[in-house]
């Protein structure tokens, strides 16, 4: 099930996150973006490392909070989970798109990655969707100079309707552009009525109108009839309720609600975009607007600077290819680990048994009775020390290995090669890494 408006909400930032405002003139504003590109750093730098960490309530999912100042105003900054889309088939992402949708921030900003932005444009058009208080920080501008690549940052804040700042937030250049049009979204100087309308298809257009005016009243102004309509059409059930508990109104159970829905419905069962049909043509309309959006807004001097990229891609994603490298490289790892632990795993459980020899000397020669030895030296540290030899070694060789690739690339693409099976038990490619990391500390 989808968090809910109490688990997501301001309630959440202030309670389950544990949140203290120093003013209630504080105001909230997420951070979203995918992974490496440099949301993190953008984090950081306007923080200060005046933050803390924890996790999401119910959730395992770790999240950041941390308090800016700008211009003698405060910002509660909240890192939520980097994600791809928020068409949620993980943890990470649900909890990523209930934030947007339910925690109520008073403005969202999607951070982008220069070298690759028609590829992250996805996420912006989506959280635009859900509330047009976003800002676009094209972050890496620094590395896209280097590949010769120029980015109008002028045009796309044109063509998307909302803020777009460029910076290289590892250097801090930047920020403060940012804050400057975060707080300009905040007091509404800069208005986002015109923000972009991603079309879809004629028919799926012709299902939202429908649906959308029986859904205006409902949603007032906390959410977007259009959005909310789309994915009613989806059939989203644990999105749908927790919308429903954020609203306080049951309206899948209204009747006008219903009457259109159906209708809806049956005009997209007619032109077959039903179920999964439907979510790819949404995907594909997103995917065909990121490309307009960057089309003359983003130069390539060498158009072939990402062949190298894609030829790699091709080899560790193609059928042929793919799995067989995966299964040697991960086979490597795990051999690498196992084997390479044996040595450490034994010099720690010698050492440390020699001093519980130690130990236990000792509490004969203090004439301690025997039940105290035996409950803290051959009982507790005996379990310590065979805890420690046994999982240190192991955990100390394969997670900077598993970092490593993650840092190279490659454990995005083992999702992406794995992410067609797991869908079939109702999971996604990224647990098999989560899978994979459990693998050691069970041998």
């Known amino acids: 099930m989808g968090l809910t408006s109490g688990s997501t909400g301001r309630k959440a930032i202030d309670e389950g996150l544990l949140i203290c405002r120093e003013s209630p003139e504080d105001r909230v504003v997420g951070l979203a973006g995918n992974p490496n590109v440099g949301k993190s750093t953008v984090f950081n730098g306007l923080t200060n490392l005046n933050q803390h960490t924890g996790n999401w309530p119910g959730k395992t999912v770790s999240n950041a909070q941390g308090r800016c100042k700008h211009h003698g105003k405060g910002f509660i900054l909240v890192d939520i989970p980097g994600s791809y889309s928020l068409m949620a088939h993980s943890a990470e992402e649900e909890v990523a798109r209930d934030f947007i949708c339910f925690g109520g921030p008073d403005a969202m900003v999607v951070v982008c990655d220069a070298t690759c932005l028609e590829r992250n444009l996805n996420l912006v058009l989506q959280t635009i969707e859900i509330t047009p208080r976003t800002v676009v920080c094209v972050n890496l501008m620094d590395e896209a100079k280097k590949k010769n690549i120029q980015v109008d940052l002028a045009e796309l804040s044109r063509r998307l309707g909302v803020p777009v700042t460029g910076a290289a937030a590892r250097s801090k250049k930047g920020l403060d552009a940012l804050m400057d049009a975060v707080d300009s979204v905040v007091v509404g100087s800069f208005s986002t009525d015109h923000a972009l309308r991603v079309p879809y298809a004629p028919e799926i257009e012709e299902a939202i109108a429908l649906l959308e005016p029986a859904l205006e009243k409902p949603c007032g102004k906390r959410l977007s009839p259009r959005w909310l309509a789309l994915r009613l059409l989806e059939e989203d059930q644990a999105l749908i309720q927790s919308a429903q508990q954020y609203l306080g109104v049951p309206f899948s159970e209204d009747p006008a609600v219903q009457e259109m829905l159906e209708q809806a419905r049956d005009r997209l069962e ?45 080899i560790l994603t193609s059928k042929a290819t793919g799995f067989p490298i995966m299964l040697l490289l991960l086979a490597a790892v795990f051999w690498l680990t196992i084997t390479g632990a044996n040595y450490p795993s034994q010099w720690l459980s010698t050492g440390l048994f020699w001093v519980e020899d130690r130990l236990a000397d000792f509490f004969v020669w203090t004439g301690a009775p025997s039940f105290l030895c035996d ?26 290995l598993f970092t490593l690739l993650e840092d190279l690339g490659y454990l995005p693409r083992v999702a992406f090669n794995l992410d067609r099976y797991f869908k079939k038990c109702s999971a996604c490619g990224k647990q098999s890494l989560t899978m994979c990391m459990v693998l050691p500390i069970l041998h």
């Not at 949404?282 to 072939?304: H, M, T």
């Not at 409950?375 to 900077?400: D, E, K, N, Q």
């Open 270 to 314: 007619k032109a077959d975009l039903l179920g999964d049909a439907l979510q790819d043509a949404v995907v594909s309309a997103l995917v065909r607007q990121s490309e307009k959006i960057c089309a003359g807004a983003v130069r390539y001097a060498d158009r072939s600077y990402s062949s190298r990229d894609r030829k790699i891609d091709r």
């Open 375 to 400: 409950m803290l030296v051959h009982g507790a540290y005996r379990t310590l020390a065979w805890v420690v030899s046994v999982m240190l070694p192991p955990m100390a060789i394969f997670f900077p």
